[in-house]
């Protein structure tokens, strides 16, 4: 069960008894967002539903959504209605992991991060299209919108290409030919020699540049690591969607996962 602080719901924080109709709440939303903002937090369709319904992917409707919230909370404050602090603009999420897997496994974070299910899903939530497994590893993951492309530095690993995700001057793939990608390497060179014989990332600021390139506009990155520098802190052209939180026990360092949003104005 996951704890939850959202900003892109109805946590807007303390309020005044002061009355604003939905319909003047949603005229302050352009219209590209409005229809998805009214489906999903009025008339309670899912992100899912929406976008077979208009032909887009789902998080194109969460990210309408999203800023469609933003857009009524500013009126909102505007009106001196809400008068609480302003969210992050992104959910946040802490998952505890322990417990059983589904088949009974006990659920603990490998070596194959992917094997455990709590992370497993939310990275096929977020993923869309065509995408590309930066650092596959062993774990065959799925999506339902589209195919995952992996690849993996080591050579023995079972992947279509073995490619340093940090150097692809080579051209094997190319610019914005890619909807999604996962970023999930060795979180330190120590953590590689210890589990993935020595096979690591060894730029992680080159990989990022590299990722961002192969992404079109609209498209996400899911990184995990130590922490949650993502993206987003990285560069303009990226907004952080979510941030999950595993925490492992007391003894035992959390694992971040985030999910990035290359803007639709990016020009690169």
Known sequence: MAESYSDTTNGFGSTKTQETSIQDCLEVISPT????????????????????????????VSENVRRGHQQVEQHLREQGIITG????????DIHSVGGREPDGSPAAVSKWTFET????????????????????????????????IRNDLNPERPAEYHQD??????????????DSA???????????????????????????ENLSSLIKPGGVVVELGWNSHD??????SWERTELHLFYRGPCLPDIFLTVSQKTQMSLF
């Open 182 to 208: 996962i970023l999930d390497p060795p979180f330190d060179p120590q953590n590689a020699d210890k589990h993935y014989e020595g096979w690591h990332a060894g730029d992680l600021a080159a990989a990022r």
């Open 117 to 148: 299910s709590a992370i497993r899903t939310i990275v096929e939530d977020a993923i869309q299209g065509r995408t590309l497994n930066a650092c596959a590893g062993e774990t065959h993951l799925t999506s339902g919108t589209g195919t995952i």
């Open 33 to 60: 967002r409005r229809k998805d903002y009214k489906a999903v937090v009025i008339n309670d369709v899912s992100p899912t539903e929406q976008a077979e319904q208009r032909g887009v992917y789902p998080s194109t």
């Open 85 to 92: 602090p302003q969210g992050p603009g992104y959910t946040v």
């Open 231 to 236: 993206l987003s802190k990285a560069s303009d």
């Open 165 to 178: 995700i940090c150097d692809l001057e080579n051209g094997v793939f190319e610019e914005r030919s890619f």
